[in-house]
């Protein structure tokens, strides 16, 4: 017996707000157009860097990132966050094209987003979605990308792989690598569990 569709379940509401943001246009990183709110974002690549060939495309249609912005407090509960005035959504998009830009082995204009401002409350559920279906390689393969300064007191930490496959951002050069360049750059290839 065929289960009933149900336009509530998290799944299809996620599809939902995915959906949308799929079929909005593309724009080079970051937006040149100052927008205000929170939402999610797929990043893509179209660059020549060898092991990314089989995601980089002119067409976009396979990420290299996914992610959201959440409004600043959310995370603790502040229920006083103003979501359609907060500027943080932009800002990570600014902050993205920084890490490219400082990293030695990417062009900026090698990269194009989609976002879409969404209601906060879909926001978690539209990004897991995204990489449970994409599997993106930054999300699940050279984890790090959005990371910023871990500050004084932090330096034990291991350097992220997105440093060390794309070395540049001067933090991140005090930081102990685990793995080389060529170990990271062999599970690009493998599929993601």
């Avoid at 998290?10 to 080079?28: K, M, P, Q």
Wanted: glycine fraction near 6%.
């Amino acid at each position: 017996m065929a289960k009933a569709y149900d336009p509530l379940d998290y799944e299809n509401l996620a599809r939902s707000v995915v959906t949308a943001l799929l079929e909005s246009a593309s724009t080079a990183l970051p937006p040149t157009e100052k927008f205000s709110g929170s939402g999610v974002y797929a990043l893509y690549y179209t660059g020549s860097l060898p092991f990314y060939s089989h995601i980089a495309s002119s067409d976009l249609r396979e990420p290299i990132y996914v992610g959201k912005a959440v409004p600043t407090g959310t995370r603790k509960g502040n229920r006083q966050v103003d979501s359609e005035s907060s500027a943080e959504f932009h800002r990570r998009l600014h902050d993205h094209a920084k890490s490219i830009e400082q990293a030695e082995n990417l062009d900026l204009v090698e990269f194009q987003v989609r976002y879409l401002v969404v209601m906060p409350v879909w926001i978690t559920l539209a990004e897991r979605f995204l990489i449970n279906h994409f599997r993106p390689v930054r999300n699940t393969v050279i984890e790090g990308f959005g990371n910023h300064d871990p500050g004084r007191g932090r330096l034990a930490m291991r350097r992220p792989h997105w440093d060390i496959v794309h070395p540049g951002r001067p933090w991140a050069a005090k930081l102990q690598a685990a793995e080389t360049t060529e170990e990271i750059v062999r599970l690009i290839g493998k599929p993601a569990r």
